[in-house]
């Protein structure tokens, strides 16, 4: 009896261990659920908005054409065109799902057989072979773009996962990742990837072309067309025979895609064009202001005359700086170089303010003619001294009675001197204005022979009211701006142009400029067929060299100094390395 009591309590006491046991077991797991949900929670209230990640906006795309509507630059252009399932091949959206996730439209958020799969294949592999990510988690993460390992960056990915499934079907979940994706260089989507390698938009890509966006999906460096052609190549077969595996397409058409397949071209290297879009965005602003839409911005720029000059202006320069600007009589600038290289420095010097030395003298040589003077007119090249100034020849020696043409043509100092002081110092400025380069010229007798700083854009305009036969330019660039829509936003409307030289004065200066492109004048290296003139300058201590000239359809000027105001050397002036370039150029 004593026995069946005592264990009558060990068994109580035993029933009691267990029932403690497990109503503690209960409650440890209780409050697992609960701190794992809090900590859900947490992560989730940390979460930026849904919907602003859905509707993640991005910098206003501009894309410049040239004067022929070819795209030649886009800027901020970081995400391509949307596109959908709707609007491209099927072949394309489908060469993505047959090696991503051939059961996206089967499975939930999670393919839980592609993960186990994933897991087991690479425990026996002993490292990370295969993922098991499926399209919706993919998006996912591209909609986080956070490259972190932390568990708090999974259970935001599941989070999403399941938001999205939840909100979106299964084809407008396809949408969000192929205009997504990471690719390339920075770029996000299939459309941006289609452009860069095959330059075209991914509507209309090849079903060869197709596999071989896919195949980058996996490492884009790794499986890139560009970089690694056998790889991407390769792969893109894979994909290939996925899609036949699972029905999208039959065999023979896999085979003729198979024969199509090959490395992707290079695309233009845009920074031949990075000074001229840097100077269009800058004339962008003033045209029409801020705005969040992408715009397509049609310029003046003729893309092969950019391409030759920026071949020619390197093998001519040296170790010295270098500047061209071409432009049409009406104000069109169809080419413009800032520099021996836009990688290496990206400071534009077509836009630069430096001393114009005697590229300036036409001015006053204009100012002349029109009080009666001609080319055959008389003047004497002697010494000239006003105050402390009295600046000399280049070459030291002076020619006594010469014309005005031989004047203007051996570029001497002391002629447009006398003349200003003839007919004023306010004339020679007041011309200046009239043909717009006036505003910030000092009033001195140094500004006659150049020493006022102008750039080459304002030069060259200057020079094209002469070869306008007297009629006023207004350098442009924007012919006109749409949207992505197709509306016009801004189209240049020209005003009657001002006529601001008489013809017998424009006649006389063109003579004049005749004479300096001939065999005995300063600019003779520019001589070439179709060359109808132009103006040689070297400012003080050879800092800065310039030629403009024209021909029949452009007015070109060339500048060539450095950066650093030192000299260049005796030996470099404006009839050597600018008319040499002008010559090449032209020819």
Not at 10 to 19: M, P
Not at 188 to 194: F, L, P, T
Not at 220 to 245: C, F, G, H
């Amino acid at each position: 009896m004593v026995k069946d009591k005592n264990q009558q309590n060990t068994d109580k006491k035993t029933f009691s261990l267990r029932r403690r046991l497990i109503v503690w077991l209960c409650n440890l797991i209780i409050m697992g659920l609960i701190a794992v949900g809090v900590y859900v929670a947490v992560i989730y209230f940390r979460m930026p908005s849904l919907d602003a990640i859905l509707h993640e906006t991005r910098p206003a795309a501009i894309v410049f054409l040239d004067n022929q509507s070819n795209e030649i630059r886009s800027d901020n252009r970081i995400m391509g065109t949307p596109v959908s399932t709707q609007t491209l091949p099927p072949h394309v959206w489908q060469s993505i799902v047959a090696i991503e996730d051939k059961r996206f439209f089967k499975h939930g958020p999670i393919d839980t057989r592609a993960l186990l799969r994933a897991i087991v294949l690479n425990a026996v592999n002993g490292r990370f072979a295969v993922g098991g990510s499926s399209i919706t988690q993919q998006t996912a993460k591209n909609i986080f773009l956070s490259r972190d390992k932390k568990i708090s960056r999974k259970v935001q990915e599941l989070i999403l996962s399941y938001w999205l499934e939840n909100r979106f079907d299964k084809n407008q979940i396809l949408d969000l990742y192929m205009n997504r994706v990471s690719l390339v260089g920075g770029l996000r989507g299939i459309d941006a990837a289609a452009r860069v390698m095959f330059q075209k938009p991914a509507a209309q890509l090849t079903l060869a072309e197709s596999t071989q966006i896919a195949a980058m999906l996996k490492a884009p460096t790794t499986y890139s067309p560009l970089r690694n052609p056998d790889k991407n190549i390769a792969r893109a077969r894979t994909i290939l025979q996925e899609m036949v595996r699972q029905g999208y397409i039959d065999l023979n058409t896999a085979r003729k895609a198979a024969a199509e397949l090959g490395p992707a071209r290079e695309t233009v290297d845009t920074n031949l064009y990075r000074y001229w879009t840097d100077f269009v965005t800058d004339e962008l602003s003033s045209q029409i202001g801020i705005t969040d839409s992408d715009l397509y911005v049609h310029t003046t720029l003729d893309a092969k005359l950019q391409n030759k000059i920026t071949a020619i202006m390197p093998r001519n320069l040296g170790t010295h700086q270098g500047a061209t600007v071409a432009m049409e009589r009406d104000g069109a600038i169809r080419a413009m170089i800032g520099g021996a290289n836009y990688q290496a420095s990206q400071f534009n010097r077509a836009t630069a303010h430096r001393q114009p030395g005697s590229t300036f003298k036409p001015v006053v040589y204009l100012v002349a003619l029109e009080n009666g003077m001609t080319p055959e007119s008389s003047v004497n090249d002697s010494p000239f001294a006003i105050g402390d100034y009295n600046p000399k020849n280049y070459n030291g020696r002076y020619y006594g009675d010469i014309t005005l043409a031989t004047a203007f043509a051996k570029s001497v100092n002391s002629v447009p001197l006398k003349l200003t002081k003839q007919y004023g110092l306010d004339s020679v400025l007041a011309m200046a204005a009239r043909m717009g380069v006036g505003n910030k010229l000092r009033r001195e007798y140094s500004t006659v022979l150049g020493a006022s700083e102008m750039n080459l854009v304002d030069l060259t305009t200057l020079y094209a009211v002469i070869w306008n036969d007297g009629e006023s330019v207004r350098p442009y660039s924007i012919t006109k701006i749409t949207n992505a829509q197709g509306d016009v936003l801004y189209e240049r409307n020209p005003s009657e142009p001002i006529k601001i030289l008489g013809d017998t004065t424009v006649e006389y200066m063109n003579e004049l400029l005749g004479d300096v492109v001939a065999p005995n004048g300063t600019g003779h290296r520019a001589a070439a067929p179709g060359v109808i003139g132009g103006k040689t300058g070297t400012s003080n201590e050879n800092r800065d060299a310039w030629f403009i000239g024209a021909t029949d359809e452009l007015i070109i000027g060339v500048w060539v100094g450095n950066d650093d105001f030192t000299s260049m050397g005796a030996k470099i002036t404006g009839g050597t390395i600018p008319a040499q370039i002008f010559h090449d150029i032209v020819e």
